[in-house]
């Protein structure tokens, strides 16, 4: 496998926080370095149901993850599972929730939170946190330029077909101080400037790159269900396929096909979703 891609997921963004305070994504946008779509997750729009989702193709009722309460290591077919099928090598630098899900389950701190298995089925460069203890008060996460520095150090160390990174954030953020407020402007505003040079070494690399979220989240902070501001978020994409028009829908149910036919790696046949790429 010659093809090399990309997933960052800046959990729990919506759509109108991605567009107005994300300048560095924005101008790549309007200089034609990039595109962007409107992303509209699955229901429930919960953070665990939306990471299985994203990367088996098939709704929570299919897969079974029904919430952040209900992990478990799932029976389809995913990303990973299929650019490993394809001859790729594999990286993720996540919350545990991925371990669980598409290698081993449960999650154990000291076993998963950092490996490397060159014959692993899924994954072959994990390096994972648990947020364990997690609350309003204290949201446990790691510094995101770390997270981006450990996804770099993986692909120059062991030449990734497909990387995916994801941090919560912003979601926690979200959570706590809601999105209409100078706290949140700012967690956006820095997320936005630490990405950005990453975005530049990566596609420097020869990287494809997607910049999405697992949902949004509504004037409150929530996220599952069904409003516009749960449901929707931005998608971007830094590389030369050819995508839909400009006020197209992507369905969550589409980054699984179009990141495998991206990569060159055969694709599920439970993932019955269009890729969104050609």
Same mark, same amino acid.
């Given at each position: 496998?010659?093809?090399? =891609?990309?997933? @960052?997921? *800046?959990?729990?963004?919506?759509?109108?926080?991605?567009?107005?305070?994300?300048?560095?994504?924005?101008?790549?946008?309007?200089?034609?370095? /990039?595109?962007?779509?409107?992303?509209?997750?699955?229901? $429930?729009?919960?953070?665990?149901?939306?990471?299985?989702?994203?990367?088996?193709?098939?709704?929570?009722?299919?897969?079974?993850?029904?919430?952040?309460?209900?992990?478990?290591? *799932?029976?389809?077919?995913?990303?990973?599972?299929?650019?490993?099928?394809?001859?790729?090598? #594999?990286?993720?630098? +996540?919350?545990?929730?991925?371990?669980?899900?598409?290698?081993?389950? $449960?999650?154990?701190?000291?076993?998963?939170?950092?490996?490397?298995?060159?014959?692993? +089925?899924?994954?072959?460069?994990?390096?994972?946190?648990?947020?364990?203890?997690?609350? =309003?008060?204290?949201?446990?996460?790691?510094?995101?330029?770390?997270?981006?520095?450990? *996804?770099?150090?993986? %692909? !120059?160390?062991?030449? !990734?077909?497909?990387?995916?990174?994801?941090? %919560?954030? *912003?979601?926690?953020?979200?959570?706590?101080?809601?999105?209409?407020?100078?706290e949140m402007d700012h967690a956006c505003f820095?997320?936005?400037?630490? !990405?950005?040079?990453? @975005? @530049?070494?990566?596609?420097?690399?020869?990287?494809?790159?997607?910049?999405? /979220?697992?949902?949004?989240?509504?004037?409150?902070?929530?996220?599952?269900?069904?409003?516009?501001?749960?449901?929707?978020?931005? =998608?971007?994409?830094?590389?030369?396929? #050819?995508?839909?028009?400009?006020?197209?829908?992507?369905?969550?149910?589409? !980054?699984?096909?179009?990141?495998?036919?991206?990569?060159?790696?055969? @694709?599920?046949?439970?993932?019955?979703?269009?890729?969104?790429?050609?």
């Amino acid at each position: 496998m010659d093809n090399k =891609l990309l997933l @960052i997921i *800046l959990d729990g963004v919506p759509w109108r926080n991605f567009r107005r305070l994300f300048g560095n994504l924005e101008g790549w946008v309007d200089s034609g370095e /990039a595109r962007v779509w409107k992303h509209r997750a699955v229901l $429930p729009s919960i953070s665990a149901s939306c990471y299985a989702s994203i990367h088996t193709g098939v709704v929570p009722t299919e897969h079974g993850c029904t919430g952040n309460g209900n992990v478990f290591r *799932l029976g389809h077919k995913d990303v990973f599972s299929q650019v490993r099928q394809g001859g790729g090598v #594999t990286g993720a630098v +996540a919350h545990s929730f991925w371990s669980s899900f598409f290698n081993r389950h $449960p999650y154990d701190p000291v076993r998963d939170v950092e490996y490397d298995e060159a014959d692993s +089925a899924t994954i072959n460069h994990g390096r994972f946190h648990s947020m364990t203890g997690y609350g =309003l008060v204290n949201q446990m996460t790691p510094s995101d330029v770390d997270l981006f520095g450990t *996804l770099t150090n993986l %692909c !120059l160390r062991f030449g !990734l077909n497909y990387g995916m990174l994801h941090t %919560c954030t *912003l979601d926690c953020m979200g959570h706590r101080f809601f999105h209409d407020c100078q706290e949140m402007d700012h967690a956006c505003f820095v997320m936005d400037e630490m !990405l950005a040079p990453f @975005i @530049i070494k990566w596609r420097d690399m020869g990287y494809e790159i997607i910049v999405t /979220a697992d949902h949004g989240q509504d004037e409150r902070g929530h996220h599952g269900g069904r409003s516009p501001l749960q449901q929707e978020t931005a =998608l971007y994409y830094f590389g030369d396929a #050819t995508g839909p028009a400009e006020d197209v829908v992507i369905d969550q149910l589409q !980054l699984a096909p179009t990141i495998l036919s991206r990569l060159g790696a055969p @694709i599920a046949d439970t993932m019955k979703a269009k890729s969104f790429l050609s």
